[in-house]
């Protein structure tokens, strides 16, 4: 496995690897990799010669210092755990290195962006996808992989992709969770026992949602998801919602749409967790 710093370097050996036809995977990330990291790993070496995965905490997709400050960094052991799982690139740049000047560029993804994430983390996803951007111009691969562990974040990457006519297959992966049902994040680990206990709450509420639609209304549905999450004192709700998948409106109406997602954020304590479930 070969690691570069530089982006020179590896934009000469993948403009090489291009020239040879050799298919490029690419998964980019911020490390602290845990399962759901490696799955889109394995997506990739199924359907590529060469898969490339980043690392890189960016500090511009950010929009709480502390949250920047306590992302966990274990660059050398994700190395290690992507050696094994058989990654033949890792992208590990400085900050400097990406970002040599200021960054200025402002996307704009319609409603895309200023719901939900987009409303709770002003300017994250304007951090994502100069990030995004700038990590396809480097990596230039054939395929890129995103889990649907953040799925807004996936279908605005497909935007961006659209938006500048980005010649990658942008391909979404499952959500790999922990026994108890827990999407796998690497915020997990800065969870205390006794919030890693209750978290499991957010899976067992989704499932409970998906559970009851249809029964009852989908303003009923979300009133009492609220309520069940709120009875943990040590949660704060950021938001519940029903959205169409495409739009990500929220739906008044079981009917008013073919394919609804639920999505959920909350803090857990100081730990800032998302998750979500496709209804049908
Ligand atoms: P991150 O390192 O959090 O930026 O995540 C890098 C990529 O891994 C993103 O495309 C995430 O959606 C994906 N990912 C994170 N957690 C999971 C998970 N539990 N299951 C599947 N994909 C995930």
Not at 112 to 121: F, S
Not at 168 to 192: F, H, K, P, Q, Y
Request: proline share 4%.
């Amino acid at each position: 496995m070969k690691i570069y710093t530089s982006i020179k370097e590896l934009q000469s050996d993948v403009l090489d690897l291009r020239s040879r036809e050799i298919s490029i995977g690419f998964v980019p990330t911020m490390g602290a990799l845990h399962k759901g990291h490696l799955s889109l790993l394995q997506r990739s070496k199924d359907e590529n010669d060469i898969s490339l995965c980043s690392i890189f905490v960016n500090p511009i997709q950010f929009n709480n210092k502390q949250d920047l400050e306590k992302y966990p960094r274990t660059l050398e052991e994700d190395c290690r755990k992507l050696e094994q799982a058989g990654c033949d690139i890792v992208f590990a740049p400085s900050v400097d290195e990406m970002y040599p000047e200021e960054v200025k560029m402002q996307y704009d993804f319609g409603h895309l962006d200023k719901v939900m994430e987009g409303k709770h983390r002003p300017g994250h996803f304007n951090g994502m996808a100069v990030v995004v951007k700038k990590l396809f111009d480097i990596c230039i691969p054939h395929r890129a992989y995103f889990g649907e562990k953040d799925f807004q974040q996936l279908m605005i990457v497909r935007e961006l992709v659209k938006m500048n006519k980005i010649p990658v297959t942008v391909i979404g992966c499952a959500i790999i969770r922990e026994d108890d049902g827990l999407a796998m994040s690497s915020r997990n680990t800065r969870l205390s026992p006794h919030e890693r206990s209750i978290a499991t709450e957010i899976y067992k509420t989704l499932l409970w949602m998906r559970h009851q639609a249809e029964q009852r209304t989908v303003e009923e549905i979300l009133q009492q998801a609220r309520q069940k999450l709120a009875s943990h004192p040590e949660i704060k709700i950021e938001y519940i919602e029903i959205v169409d998948e495409e739009t990500l409106l929220p739906v008044s109406d079981w009917n008013s749409s073919g394919n609804i997602r639920l999505l959920i954020a909350l803090f857990l304590g100081e730990v800032r967790l998302i998750d979500n479930m496709r209804i049908r």
